[in-house]
């Protein structure tokens, strides 16, 4: 039996591809990536969805949803284009940004509902993390004993997906984590504080995702967590102020391993084996003049799916994978799609 492949897949500047019918912007007009048209681009990302032939990809920086705009509508249109087979799309919560999180599929091989989990939105909150992902989450930022509302920006994308081919039912959230970023500071004192206040809200954000899997943990369910958390271990000088990154928040590295999600990457990297550094993202720095890798984009999964699904995780990075590398028209098309690579995930299901 084929593997279940599912994918996450941060598409920087979707949205810019798309008028607001969602039609392509197929043309020679410049991209909101630089140095390139947005028919290059759209070529391009066709060329890796096309390799990677998953049958789900969680797509982070998904085209906006608003008044006049459909981030369905427009996925569907980019999947029927490209001769797709993942030719659904879903689509959550609203972002109060124009980079949304959405979920395109192979109805074929999957089903797939919006499944938030939770009580819905109040204006007192929950300091216990139970409420929606579009509601609010309490936690004391700053350490003065006074907690404080944390929200997301992007409420991550909670589905309930069946698999057609075994009929095993799995739950996946999407994330796209508060960016750690300073922007908006004029000198380095306010950079400083704004990186600090922006890694706070960060790591609120990875507790509350972490409250909900350990619902989904006591409920033994085979849970995927999947997408952009702005963050690993070892990224910056700020997780030593904090003592760990917001990715080892939501795997549980401070809890019992039969609590801990799975996660190679991240672990190769807690582990510093042999100094290995795997990256799912490539920056151009122009301070220095080059560019520079980071490892932002995870598939974390259940311990118990983990152990009986033989999972086999793989970054598409054109530089470091063999298989990309040596395919010179798939590597031009990722180093030309996004700053972000893919990482897919295989779900082998147990022998009968």
């Known amino acids: 039996m084929k593997p279940l492949r599912l994918a996450t897949y941060n598409v920087e500047w979707f949205n810019a591809l798309f008028d607001d019918d969602g039609n392509l912007l197929d043309d020679i007009q410049r991209s909101a990536r630089h140095d390139i048209t947005r028919g290059e681009q759209l070529a391009a990302l066709a060329a890796v969805f096309t390799a990677m032939d998953a049958d789900g990809v969680m797509i982070i920086e998904a085209p906006d949803t608003g008044s006049r705009r459909k981030t369905t509508q427009a996925l569907e249109n980019f999947a029927a284009r490209c001769g797709l087979r993942t030719t659904r799309a879903l689509h959550g919560f609203t972002s109060d940004t124009e980079q949304e999180i959405a979920f395109l599929y192979d109805p074929t091989r999957l089903t797939a509902t919006h499944a938030p989990q939770g009580a819905p939105p109040s204006s007192h909150g929950d300091a216990g993390g139970v409420q929606r992902f579009d509601g609010v989450f309490w936690h004391d930022l700053n350490t003065d004993a006074r907690p404080e509302r944390i929200r997301f920006s992007k409420?991550?994308?909670?589905?309930?997906?069946?698999?057609?081919?075994?009929?095993?039912a799995l739950h996946l959230i999407g994330v796209h984590a508060k960016s750690k970023?300073?922007?908006?500071?004029?000198?380095?004192?306010?950079?400083?504080?704004?990186?600090?206040?922006?890694?706070?809200k960060q790591l609120a954000q990875c507790l509350w995702l972490r409250a909900r899997v350990d619902v989904h943990l006591d409920a033994g369910d085979a849970l995927i967590v999947m997408g952009d958390f702005n963050d690993g271990p070892g990224l910056d000088d700020y997780e030593k102020l904090f003592g760990k990154s917001g990715i080892e928040i939501v795997i549980g590295t401070d809890g019992p391993v039969d609590r801990q999600m799975a996660e190679p990457f991240a672990q190769m990297i807690l582990s510093r084996r042999l100094g290995l550094s795997p990256t799912s993202a490539r920056f151009y720095d122009p301070a220095h003049k080059r560019y520079f890798g980071a490892m932002l984009d995870?598939?974390?999964?259940?311990?118990?799916?983990?152990?009986?699904?033989?999972?086999?995780?793989?970054?598409?990075?054109?530089?470091?994978?063999?298989?990309?590398?040596?395919?010179?028209?798939?590597?031009?098309?990722?180093?030309?799609?996004s700053d972000h690579f893919p990482v897919t995930l295989d779900l082998v299901p147990p022998a009968r």
């Open 155 to 168: 409420p991550p994308l909670e589905v309930a997906v069946t698999d057609r081919a075994t009929g095993q």
């Open 181 to 200: 970023s300073p922007h908006g500071g004029r000198n380095p004192a306010q950079m400083n504080r704004i990186a600090i206040e922006n890694r706070r």
């Open 298 to 337: 995870f598939i974390l999964l259940s311990p118990g799916l983990a152990a009986t699904s033989t999972p086999e995780w793989r970054i598409w990075h054109p530089l470091d994978d063999p298989a990309c590398w040596g395919d010179p028209a798939l590597r031009t098309a990722l180093l030309a799609a």
